[in-house]
């Protein structure tokens, strides 16, 4: 299994980590990647790469699920400022923590406007996206 590292400086912040995750793929003839976020407040998805749209994604999340409101697990750590982030494990939950890519010949099977996003929803922090390929079985030598 394969890492790579992102940093992120917001409390909300997409990145377009898809040359990143390119630059992992090697030997799969025929395959599918699958890239993981193994944190809780933070998740994956495909989408174009448009900073306009991802401020607009950005505003849709916040109202969809405030950063301010009236949560329990803000309330169950109210004395720790870290664990005021309900939102991003609400949002995190209905984004997903991964997406599939299919692989072949090396190269990801994105659409035209297709880039692969991470968002983070709780930072800014270090964070780490694992990536595993699966392959068909016919590697190249």
């Known amino acids: 299994m394969k890492e790579i590292k992102v940093t992120t400086k917001e409390k909300l912040q997409i990145l377009d980590i898809t040359e990143e995750i390119e630059e ?13 976020v193994p944190h809780t407040t933070a998740a994956i998805t495909i989408q174009e ?38 939102h991003s494990h609400i949002l995190s939950s209905m984004i997903k923590p991964f997406i599939l890519i299919p692989v ?16 983070e929803l709780d930072g800014g922090r270090h964070r780490t996206v694992k990536l595993l390929t699966i392959s068909k079985g016919d590697e190249k030598p």
């Open 49 to 86: 790469h448009d900073t306009e749209l991802w401020e607009d994604l950005l505003n849709a999340y916040q109202k969809l699920v405030p950063i301010k409101g009236n949560y329990k697990h803000n309330a169950k750590y109210s004395g720790m400022p870290s664990e005021q982030n309900a």
């Open 104 to 119: 072949v010949n090396d190269q990801l099977q994105l659409g035209t406007w297709q880039k692969i996003l991470f968002i």
């Open 24 to 36: 992992t793929i090697s030997g799969v003839n025929e395959g599918v990647v699958v890239a993981y």
